[in-house]
């Protein structure tokens, strides 16, 4: 992970994808998931999402900030 190497000074860019919290859900099933090919996979490529859209995700899912609504 390019995040990882201390050696330089570079500032590595998590780039936070701009989706739905179903568009989620399902990047997070497919990330998870052992199997290639699945039916929540098929769903986001028919939505539009590229396959290297897919693999960068899983291999960033566990720093990827999650906002949620909050009432004090």
Known sequence: ??????????????????????????????????????KELTQLIKLGFKQKEIESYAKVIRYVPRYVEAIF
């Open 1 to 38: 992970m390019p995040f990882l190497n201390t050696a330089t000074n570079k500032m590595f860019i998590l780039k936070v994808p701009n989706v739905t919290e179903k568009e989620r859900a399902l990047f997070d099933l497919v990330a998870t998931n052992n199997r290639s090919k699945s």
